[in-house]
């Protein structure tokens, strides 16, 4: 069993607070960096990618650098999302430890304070004109709503005047700004909740196909927008990695996910799942 992707949660805090992001956890963690190696440990015979986020701002981890040498070490492809705003004071870092692909959400640009703001934008594109050397950078606007969609206008703008590209006609895929420079677009979406109606019981997802995630309270959910936790099929910090792939309802899971079949109650309420129909 082979996976294109886990997802590492570090840290499930933040320094923003945006709306089109899921809820604020009950409980602020971080990962040791002893917890951190150990699930390196564990997943490196898996996956080739390691992805340091499912909530939270991972540049806010005190212990960045030791976790990004830790997968220095074991020649894993690291991606990292971000909202930005501590790129600049993390810049060394990230040029000694350098991400295969950082992705910044640009968007929430409009749900930070006024003293975030000020510089937010140039900083972000200096940045990331930067990190470039090494590292592919994605601007993320994933916040894309139909119709007129003023600030999603304003980002663009100035993000394509700062590339001196003309707009794009279409807000869709992923448009190449410059060497190892991209800007990703998506539209909105929600959260899946367990508190929402049934939607399908056929369908397709990346879920246990692709990949999964791992909590930074170590719990192994099968999706990355499994924030809270709703599907939780083991747990690393209890269990070996191993034996929760292999137990009976992880099987059926990812069986009826190949098949078409959504066994998962969360997958049926899941409308971004949608989106691979």
């Known amino acids: 069993m082979k996976f294109k992707r886990i997802y590492v949660e570090i840290c499930n805090t933040c320094n923003l607070s945006c709306s089109f992001c899921a809820s604020r956890p009950a409980h602020p963690r971080q990962m040791s960096v002893k917890q951190f190696a150990d699930i390196v440990e564990q997943v490196r015979p898996y996956t080739d990618h390691l992805y340091l986020h499912l909530l939270g701002e991972p540049l806010m981890h005190p212990q960045l650098e030791a976790i990004l040498q830790i997968c220095q070490r074991a020649l894993l492809h690291v991606q990292l999302t971000t909202n930005g705003t501590l790129l600049a004071s993390r810049r060394e870092l990230l040029e000694a430890y350098p991400p295969r692909q950082i992705n910044i959400s640009v968007h929430s640009f409009w749900e930070q304070p006024r003293d975030l703001c000020a510089n937010y934008l140039e ?51 992923s448009l190449r700004l410059a060497d190892r420079r991209f800007l990703s677009f998506e539209r909105a979406f929600e959260w899946p909740s367990l508190q929402r109606p049934v939607r399908a019981q056929r369908g397709r997802c990346r879920g246990l196909v692709d990949m999964l995630a791992i909590r930074s309270n170590g719990e192994v959910v099968p999706c990355c927008l499994d924030a809270h936790g709703q599907e939780v099929l083991g747990n690393v910090f209890e269990e070996r990695f191993a034996d929760i792939l292999e137990k009976p309802y992880t099987l059926l899971l990812r069986q009826g996910m190949q098949q078409g079949l959504l066994r998962s109650p969360l997958c049926q309420r899941c409308t971004y799942r949608q989106r691979f129909d």
């Open 123 to 173: 900083q972000v594109l200096t940045c990331g004109d930067a990190l470039s050397a090494h590292s592919y950078i994605s601007y993320r606007l994933w916040q894309v709503e139909e119709g007129e969609d003023p600030k999603t206008q304003t980002l663009l703008r100035a993000i394509c005047a700062h590339y001196e590209m003309p707009l794009p006609e279409r807000l869709q895929g």
